[in-house]
């Protein structure tokens, strides 16, 4: 059986980096037992590459759609099994950094239920998370619901509470659905994502010479 790895982010911890470089050197580490599935893929606009469609499908959304209905889950779940019995692939990796929204646990459990499924976060020190979150939003936001300050920013969503900003009772809750001896925790520091954030990554759920396979990522 492949093992499967969801990797989750967090957001603001280099998740980007690590799905492009998945997403655009797909065939070459198929070809070399590494899958990054089709199914549940953004195929269009700013989500292309992450697997945002099955995210939002298991109730993991950062819009206004609804999750998925049974039969649309149903079907995603055929067609990852058929897409990983079809490659022969001993990796499979799935991302999206919405399953660290605040959302009921139910249907992520259902799904990934008998598979031999692990997840992947990556954790910044709050010190710096923050800020990096705050100076995004200000980038980003034209007419944000709080004033244009670090200190309502914190406060707005710290009241919000739209996704786990306290590390622990996510790591809980994923552990209840996966088991805690699967949970890969990893620090997002440079000094310890050598020689790369990817192959970091890569190192971490097993198959660090795909690294070599292709051309590494930018830094930065």
């Not at 670090?150 to 707005?156: D, L």
Request: with cysteine.
């Amino acid at each position: 059986m492949a093992k499967v790895f969801l990797h989750i982010g967090m957001n603001k911890t280099g998740s980007s980096a690590i799905q492009s470089y998945l997403h655009h050197n797909r065939q070459a580490l198929k070809e070399a037992g590494l899958l990054w599935p089709e199914t549940g893929l953004d195929m269009g606009g700013p989500g292309e590459g992450y697997h945002y469609r099955l995210s939002t499908a298991l109730g993991f959304g950062a819009g206004p759609r609804e999750a998925g209905d049974a039969n649309e889950r149903r079907a995603l779940r055929k067609a990852l099994e058929a897409e990983i019995a079809a490659s022969e692939a001993r990796t499979v990796v799935i991302s999206s950094e919405y399953f660290v929204l605040r959302r009921k646990p139910d249907m992520l459990a259902e799904f990934f239920d008998g598979l031999d499924a692990s997840v992947v976060v990556y954790l910044r020190r709050h010190d710096a998370w923050w800020p990096s979150l705050f100076a995004q939003a200000i980038k980003t936001t034209p007419k944000p619901p709080w004033r244009r300050s670090f200190e309502s920013y914190h406060a707005f969503h710290a009241q919000r509470q739209s996704q786990y900003f306290e590390f622990g009772p996510l790591l809980d809750d994923m552990a209840a659905i996966f088991g805690r001896d699967r949970i890969i925790v990893c620090p997002y520091e440079a000094g310890q994502n050598q020689p790369n954030l990817v192959a970091h990554f890569l190192n971490r759920i097993g198959v660090p010479d795909l690294a070599d396979l292709v051309p590494p990522p930018p830094s930065g």
